[in-house]
């Protein structure tokens, strides 16, 4: 019998491990010969309609135009509850990438739970996808080298959604702000916007979020006699607010009610009756081309409704990784979002798309108009698009950008 001495036996027993850590096929490399990827979602809160469910759908037809498979390796799909608390958000990204071997976690809407589970998400080498949440400083000075940004930010929705207002002559602005992190970028965004195309912001109310009695800040935002009075929140939140402000007189006479982050599936709450004549920015359209119709004929199947621009962006965004994850026959994260960043995105989401430095995913955004009753001639037929603006005009600029990892 020949001699095996012991030190081979611990490098055939470590070829082994290593064989089992890292499944290859043709040359790529799959961690764990599975690519798991993480939907932590807001299921039964106040956002449930705009991400939840139909955000874990989006990332299933994602998944299923891959055939299940990338790489030859099978693709799982986890899901959980974060309840918009970034504590839960934390531990269960936290399990997910210790014990379950999670290779992206993603969704995360509520901006507070995106900036937790980034932090997680870096320190334990995995990747962060953030495609429900706004705040600005996900992709500015919270940046972090595994994350990327996809639908919007809050500078881009106040950008698009208010400087055509104030030309209108909607010059004195006031705020209902949920008071957390992504109410209040959207209200400074919002802000600086006003006041640099020569309106003002006369005054503003902050709400605890969820909130459901909107009653007292209505009746400071009517007795402020602003123009325009904008509500930045989202969800369930703002469709309470638009409709008690109507019941108290909100947005008549002239003057505007405009929703800083609105969806689809606010306005099918709020009706055409409602939430006609509304405009806001929106990055998603269902009946824009042929490629959000085919999309969004998917997700009728599944869903029974059209999708929102979030969920729109999870699909978008989940099927980018699976492809940079190919294009880099890899799953690292750092060889993912090279490969991410070399791509022209361009689907039935995003156009024109192209991920920077920040991790920020810079596309053209549409500024809509709601349809009124007599204009809306079929089911889901809510929208007019009066702009499309170039992905360049809508985000704040590298130039301006406060994150690390941009060299000046």
């Known amino acids: 019998m020949k001699f095996i001495p012991p030190t081979a036996l611990v490098l055939s027993t470590l070829a082994l491990l290593t064989g089992a850590a890292h499944a290859q096929a043709g040359g790529a490399k799959i961690s764990d010969g599975v690519v ?47 309840q918009n608390k970034a504590d839960i958000a934390s531990t269960k990204t936290r399990e997910w990438l210790d014990r379950d071997k999670v290779d992206a976690v993603t969704e995360l809407g509520n901006s507070a739970v995106a900036l937790a589970a980034m932090k997680i998400a870096q320190e334990k080498g995995r990747m962060s996808i953030v495609t429900g949440a706004g705040a600005q400083r996900i992709s500015n000075e919270d940046c972090t080298p595994n994350n990327v940004h996809w639908v919007y930010d809050s500078y881009a929705l106040a950008n698009v959604g208010t400087k055509s207002l104030v030309k209108k002559g909607f010059k004195t602005w006031y705020y209902v702000t949920a ?9 400074n965004d919002g802000r600086k916007f006003i006041e640099a195309a020569g309106g003002s912001v006369v005054g503003s109310s902050r709400y605890p979020f969820p909130g459901n ?21 989202a969800g369930l939140d703002l469709q309470n607010a638009i409709k008690q402000g109507r019941e108290f007189g909100l947005g008549t006479g002239g003057q505007a009610t405009v929703a800083m982050l609105m969806s689809i599936m606010d306005v099918h709450g709020l009706g055409l009756k409602n939430a006609g004549n509304m ?23 599944k869903m029974k409704r059209m999708p929102t621009a979030l969920q729109a962006g999870q699909y978008s965004a989940v099927r980018t990784y699976l492809k940079a994850v190919e294009q880099a026959q890899s799953d690292d994260v750092a060889d993912v979002i090279k490969a991410m960043k070399r791509m022209r995105i361009q689907d039935a989401f995003a156009k024109n798309g192209t991920l920077r430095d920040d991790g920020k995913m810079v596309h053209d955004m549409l500024l809509v108009k709601v349809k009124t009753p007599s204009e809306s001639k079929k089911p889901w037929d809510y929208y007019s698009v009066q702009e499309t603006v170039p992905g360049k005009e809508a985000f704040e600029s590298l130039d301006q950008s406060k994150c690390p990892l941009v060299k000046k």
Do not use: C, Q
Not at 179 to 186: P, Q
Not at 279 to 301: G, H, L, P, V
């Open 279 to 301: 405009m806001f920015a929106e990055s998603f359209y269902w009946d824009y081309d042929d490629e959000s119709r085919k999309f969004a004929d998917k997700f009728m199947k």
């Open 179 to 187: 008071d957390y992190a992504f109410g209040h970028s959207l209200e």
């Open 213 to 233: 009695d909107f009653a007292s800040y209505i009746v400071k935002a009517n007795g402020s006699k602003a123009n325009a009075v904008a509500i930045a929140t």
């Open 36 to 82: 798991k990827i993480g939907v932590l979602t807001d299921i039964n809160g106040p956002f449930m309609d705009n991400v939840g469910k139909g955000s874990i759908v989006a990332t299933e037809i994602a998944v299923e135009e891959f055939g299940g498979k990338v790489l030859g390796m099978p693709i799982e799909i986890m899901t959980a509850d974060h």
